[in-house]
C-alpha cells in the first residue's frame, strides 16, 4: 500500500511539473508575441511620424525657397509669416536615430542641405539692400539646396517605405 501511495503521489508531481513547464512555456511564448507585436506597431507609428516629419522639411525648404524666388525675381517682399513654423517641432534627428537608425546618413545629407538653405535664406534676409544679382545667386544657391534635399527625401521616404514593409511582412 505505501509503494502505491508513493507512485501516486511521484506520478501527481510529475504529472504537476509537466502541466507546470506547459503553461510557463506557454505564457512565455504569448509574452514574447505580445512583445514583438509591440515593437512592431510602436516602429511603424515612428516611421509613420518619420515620413510625415520628412515632408514638414520639404515644405518648408519650398515655401522658403518660393519666397526667395518672389522676391529676386518677381520684386515681391520676403514675407516670413508665409513660413511654415512647424519645423521647429519636429522630432526627426530623436526619431530616425531612436528607430530607424538606417535613414541615420541620408538624414545627415538632408540636414547639410537644410543648412545651406537656412544659411541662403539668413543672408537674403538680412542684406535687404543687396543688389537683385546678390539675391539671385543667394536664391540658385537655395534652390540647388532644394532640388537636392527633394531628391534626399524621396531617397529616405523609399528606405523608409522599405523598413515598414519588412516590419509588415515579419
Known sequence: MKMEALFGLIGTVVGASIAGAFVYFKDRQQHDFERTKE????????????????????????DVSMQMISEAGYSGKFDQTKIRKEIKDTCLKMNVSFYASELSVVYEEINIKYTIIMRAMAEFVLKFDASKD?????????????????????????????????QINA
Open 39 to 62: 515593437k512592431k506597431t510602436l516602429l511603424l507609428e515612428k516611421y509613420e511620424l518619420i515620413y510625415k516629419e520628412l515632408l514638414i522639411y520639404q515644405a518648408f525648404a519650398s
Open 134 to 166: 546678390q539675391k539671385g545667386k543667394l536664391t540658385g544657391e537655395a534652390a540647388i539646396a532644394l532640388s537636392e534635399m527633394s531628391d534626399l527625401i524621396t531617397k529616405a521616404q523609399d528606405q523608409l517605405s522599405k523598413l515598414a514593409l519588412e
